[in-house]
T-cell receptor
Framework: DGGITQSPKYLFRKEGQNVTLSCEQN?????MYWYRQDPGQGLRLIYY???????QKGDIAEGYSVSREKKESFPLTVTSAQKNPTAFYLC????????????FGSGTRLTVV | GESVGLHLPTLSVQEGDNSIINCAYS??????FIWYKQESGKGPQFIID?????DKRQGQRVTVLLNKTVKHLSLQIAATQPGDSAVYFC?????????FGTGTSLTVIP
């Protein structure tokens, strides 16, 4: 079955550490996205990529970094520069053209301890 | 309806009743809309979509209504079931990207 997989489901980080969240899709989608979800707020776009080896900052990119070396993979690194990293992170993918919504992964809950 | 803030709007319905969840969108240039369902601790799931050249679309037990005049979107769920309990939010596609509402928490009372 095609889908989008995020790992790990839960992640704990000590202050000052960088952590990387994995996102893999086998849907052959061109576009991939990272969103942050906080209680009572809509999804906020961190980074997105519409093609391999290219990505763009979203609305809240500060303190985050990404790479897109393969079509299937779009890992997100939460760096120590991110002041409030505790959140639920969602990865999504889309065909890139046409009237399609996003397919979301199951999310990673990151907690800073 | 949905709004920006720290507290989600909530809706409680009796099992078997119909549910109506509302969403006000912001951009009159938005051309495509989606409703998502999100269960606790999980990623959002696509429910139904509608293009801006339509005002109504029906799926299985769900109907989406679009009123472009007042920039309003609604999701109707017929014969609501306990498995429908979740957060529902709308998404609008403005040129370039999707924007997501904060969501409405639906609780179905058995």
């Amino acid at each position: 079955d095609g889908g989008i997989t995020q790992s790990p489901k839960y992640l704990f980080r000590k202050e000052g550490q960088n952590v990387t969240l994995s996102c893999e899709q086998n849907l052959n989608h061109d576009a991939m996205y990272w969103y942050r979800q906080d209680p009572g707020q809509g999804l906020r776009l961190i980074y997105y990529s519409q093609i391999v080896n290219d990505f763009q900052k979203g609305d809240i990119a500060e303190g985050y970094s990404v790479s897109r070396e393969k079509k299937e993979s779009f890992p997100l690194t939460v760096t120590s520069a991110q002041k409030n990293p505790t959140a639920f992170y969602l990865c999504a993918s889309a065909p890139g053209q046409g009237n399609y919504g996003y397919t979301f992964g199951s999310g990673t809950r990151l907690t800073v301890v | 309806g949905e709004s920006v803030g720290l507290h989600l709007p909530t809706l409680s319905v009796q099992e078997g009743d119909n549910s109506i969840i509302n969403c006000a969108y912001s951009n009159s240039a938005s051309d495509y809309f989606i409703w998502y369902k999100q269960e606790s601790g999980k990623g959002p799931q696509f429910i139904i979509d509608i293009r801006s050249n339509m005002d109504k679309r029906q799926g299985q037990r769900v109907t989406v209504l679009l009123n472009k005049t007042v920039k309003h979107l609604s999701l109707q769920i017929a014969a609501t079931q306990p498995g429908d309990s979740a957060v529902y939010f709308c998404a609008e596609r403005s040129p370039g990207q999707f924007y997501f509402g904060t969501g409405t928490s639906l609780t179905v009372i058995p």
